[in-house]
């Protein structure tokens, strides 16, 4: 079973600040999801990322398969960014996605 | 932009109710899934189906679930006697096809068992 850990939990920063979110997981997996989550509840798929990095727009997302760890970073935040960024993973041989705990973040004006 | 959607946005139900969950992923995705997220809690997988069957399912997925594609289109989640603990956000989400596509949610039904 993958366990999947966020940090931090919450996050509130000024607007324009550099953001950097991280998750590990526990067991190899075959891609990893970053989400995103506004206050209404729907999701959205931000990244799917097997190695190396990926860049939209402000984001980037990162992932180093040796350690286990990815990284989601937002530049030049803005308010709008405030939302829930939740990291999932997809193991070997399986669609499913098990889903990290979210990191709350938010943006101050 | 082809999207998946959900009906209804809200339930609201009596405990021991029967309740449908309905769901239309994008038209040429092949692997659909249920998710719940429990309020204040992470979303957890449910269900997934391929070929008009169950492929894998959760622990949480008991006697008291059901899924099926009744016309091709719809996505179906069923709850047949409802619990308090089931209150929580349901999530369908559909792939194109295995190995390394991007996952495509719903915005979501909020069921509440009152």
């Known amino acids: 079973k993958n366990e999947v850990e966020q940090s931090p939990q919450n996050l509130t920063a000024q607007e324009g600040e550099f953001i950097t979110i991280n998750c590990s997981y526990s067991?190899?997996?075959?891609?990893l999801h970053w989400l995103q989550q506004h206050p209404g509840g729907g999701i959205v798929s931000l990244f799917m990322?097997?190695?190396g990095k990926k860049k939209h727009g402000r984001l980037i997302a990162t992932i180093n398969i040796q350690e286990k760890h990815s990284s989601l970073h937002i530049t030049a935040s803005h308010p709008r960014d405030s939302a829930v960024y939740i990291c999932?993973?997809?193991?070997?041989?399986?669609?499913?996605?098990?889903f990290g705990t979210g990191t709350r973040l938010t943006i101050i004006p | 932009e082809p999207e998946v959607t959900q009906t209804p946005s809200h339930q609201v139900t009596q405990m021991g109710q029967e309740v449908i969950l309905r769901c239309v992923p994008i038209?040429?995705?092949?692997?659909f899934y249920w998710y719940r997220q429990i309020l204040g809690q992470k979303v957890e997988f449910l269900v997934s189906?391929?070929?008009?069957?169950?492929?894998?399912k959760s622990e949480i997925f008991d006697d008291q679930f059901s899924v099926e594609r009744p016309d091709g289109s719809n996505f179906t989640l069923k709850i047949r006697s409802t619990k308090l603990e089931d209150s929580a956000m349901y999530f369908c989400?559909?792939?194109?096809?295995?190995?390394?596509?991007?996952?495509?949610f719903g915005p979501g039904t909020r069921l509440t068992v009152l």
């Open positions: 999932a993973v997809n193991n070997f041989g399986n669609e499913k996605l098990t």
């Open positions: 067991v190899g997996i075959s891609a």
């Open positions: 990322l097997s190695s």
């Open positions: 038209s040429n995705h092949l692997y």
């Open positions: 189906f391929y070929n008009n069957e169950i492929s894998e």
């Open positions: 989400a559909s792939i194109e096809r295995r190995g390394g596509y991007q996952q495509f």
